[in-house]
């Protein structure tokens, strides 16, 4: 997991004030992702953009369901010592469990008993690349449906609720007809039909009762997010309601009810759409990028989908999909906390013992062909003048993944960094300028994406000539035993940070279980940033920054 995904993921809730319109008019001077010669307005357009890419990489959460903090915040682990290190690490394994279940379902569990709380995390290993062609936006849908209650949660009677839901579904196939004929008189009498089933449906609902009794419990940040290539679901319990969690998660995708306000949420999310991409000049400057830098990779569509796709998606879609991928051999639990794993085993076996074992799906993701030439693109949008660079790089699992993760650090790891010291300070071209690895995720081989905001009177094509003077650097001249030096310190501080709470433990465990095979990849990153030479970031760069490995975006102000 890359650097600027740890930093979203530890600021999601920042990012979601962001999109709910609660930024305030002030910059706070102490966020490590502030400008001080920022304007409010300049500002604004960073915040804009962080919370752009968030959006793309899928790492923005939805409306929170429980967020009242009635229990302590996750224990903290500190951070240890260059010296002591490998004792850390080593007493983290110790303690650190796994099994699979008899179904295929793999549990990772780690004690920390340092606070009565547990943090949980189910990572289902599938995302936007793995959606049929058509049907894209149908895993982040199906992520805001797993909130909606089962058979049990969140009805009042599913016997009278269910054939309610069924005949939506047949109502609205029979909208889309009469709407492809042309069949107005019938659409409208359909539609008032439609309305009035769904009232009815409406009253039967319980309203978030799944939120609630986890609310009720004292437990904290029921949440999810969708990415190209993952659904997490997580929150945090008191210890003392491990049984609870056991039977509500289980219970979620055992028996969810997929038809359950399933209108509703396609109106939520086609709006999320429009003001997130299509009525947000960095959002669409976003989607054109990624649809010029590839050609047949599902990196190219976006995790929410295409107005058309997420319009026609029928719940029997939802379904087929929940299906073929929310199979035991296809879903990871990591537990972290305060808790005991032989018991945690024993009520994994009665609760999630009762999935069915099944083959997951296994879509074919083509290869996206080498790059042969410079791809260009140009929105013209009344919006603050944005420069993209992007170049293709390999995935997680390559063996320079970590030399990627270094040059980013070099080129922008904060005000000591290249990219800010010469292009906002020295030459006063940018407001604020980044490079970082792994968009829109890296699964599969990715982008190291690069952008800058303009400098008031400054324009993209002095960003650009500007940002590849740097980069050229790197391919001529050796990087410094100092430098280097300091960002892998950086580096190792970033990756020790996200272990602190049992929330990012969790995360960043699963991240490298499934995508990399091992959890243990996350602990050997360490030595591998350690093994990086001067030589290693030459070579990597000669070989990635090319004219023809290039992608390049521009956002121009368009007045009036």
């Known amino acids: 997991m890359n650097k600027l995904c740890r930093l979203i993921f530890d600021f999601r809730f920042w990012i979601l004030d962001w999109f709910n319109g609660l930024w305030r008019e002030v910059p706070n001077p102490q966020s490590p992702v502030t400008n001080p010669q920022l304007s409010v307005t300049s500002y604004r357009v960073f915040a804009a953009l962080l919370a752009a890419i968030a959006f793309w990489w899928g790492l923005h959460p939805e409306v929170a369901l429980a967020q009242t903090q009635t229990i302590s915040p996750p224990a903290k682990t500190q951070i240890p010592a260059a010296s002591s290190i490998q004792p850390y690490l080593d ?80 109502l609205d196939a029979q909208i889309q007809a009469a709407k492809a004929n042309g069949k107005k008189d019938e659409v409208v009498r359909l539609e008032a039909e439609f309305k009035q089933v ?26 999810a997010t969708t990415s190209s290539e993952a659904t997490r679901y997580f929150y945090s319990f008191p210890a003392n309601k491990l049984e609870l969690w056991m039977s509500l998660e289980s219970e979620r995708f055992l028996d969810p009810v997929i038809r359950r306000e399933f209108y509703k949420e396609r ?41 058309k796709d997420i319009r026609n998606l029928t719940p029997e879609d939802v379904q087929k999909f929940y299906d073929a991928y929310y199979v035991p051999n296809n879903l990871a639990i990591a537990i972290v906390g305060d808790v005991n794993p032989t018991e945690v085993k024993k009520l994994a076996q009665t609760y999630f013992g009762r999935y069915q074992a099944k083959a997951k799906a296994t879509p074919k993701i083509p290869v996206e062909p080498q790059q042969k030439q410079t791809r260009e693109v140009t929105l013209q949008l009344p919006a603050q003048p944005l420069y993209l660079e992007g170049y293709h790089r390999p995935s997680i699992t390559h063996p320079d993944n970590v030399v990627y993760e270094m040059i980013g650090s070099l080129l922008s790891d904060g005000r000591t960094s290249r990219l800010y010291k010469s292009l906002v300070e020295k030459q006063r071209l940018a407001l604020n300028a980044q490079g970082f690895s792994g968009f829109p995720g890296d699964k599969y081989a990715n982008l190291m994406l690069f952008y800058a905001v303009t400098a008031p009177g400054r324009t993209v094509d002095e960003l650009a000539i500007a940002l590849r003077q740097e980069i050229e650097k790197l391919k001529t001249e050796p990087v410094s035993a ?14 020790l940070r996200s272990l602190t709470s049992n929330s990012g433990m969790a995360q960043q465990l699963l991240e490298y279980e499934v995508k990399t095979g091992s959890w243990r990849n996350l602990f050997k990153e360490l030595d591998e940033i350690a093994a990086v030479t001067p030589g290693d970031i030459q070579r990597v760069a000669k070989a990635t920054f090319t004219p023809e490995n290039r992608t390049i975006g521009k956002l121009l102000s368009k007045q009036g």
């Open 267 to 307: 109106d939520v999310i086609l709006e999320e759409r429009r003001m997130r991409v299509d009525n947000s000049p960095i959002g669409a400057m976003l989607e054109k990028f990624i649809d010029a830098a590839y050609k047949v990779h599902p990196y190219r569509r976006p995790v929410i989908g295409y107005d």
């Open 91 to 170: 007493r983290v394994i110790k303690e650190l469990t796994e099994f699979r279940l008899d179904n295929g379902l793999k549990f990772i569990v780690l004690e920390r008993h340092q606070a009565p709380v547990v943090s949980f995390l189910t990572y289902a290993d599938v995302g936007g690349v793995d959606e049929p062609d058509g049907k894209t936006g149908v895993a982040h849908f199906l992520e805001h449906l797993a909130f909606k209650g089962t058979t049990r949660i969140g009805t009042e009677d599913y016997k009278a609720e269910k054939p309610l839901l069924e005949r939506l579904e047949q």
């Open 482 to 495: 100092v430098e280097l030096e300091r960002v892998k310190t950086q580096a190792r501080g970033d990756l």
């Open 198 to 223: 769904e009232s009815q449906a409406a009253k039967l609902v319980k309203q978030n009762e799944l939120g609630r009794i986890v609310e009720q419990a004292g437990g904290v940040g029921l949440n």
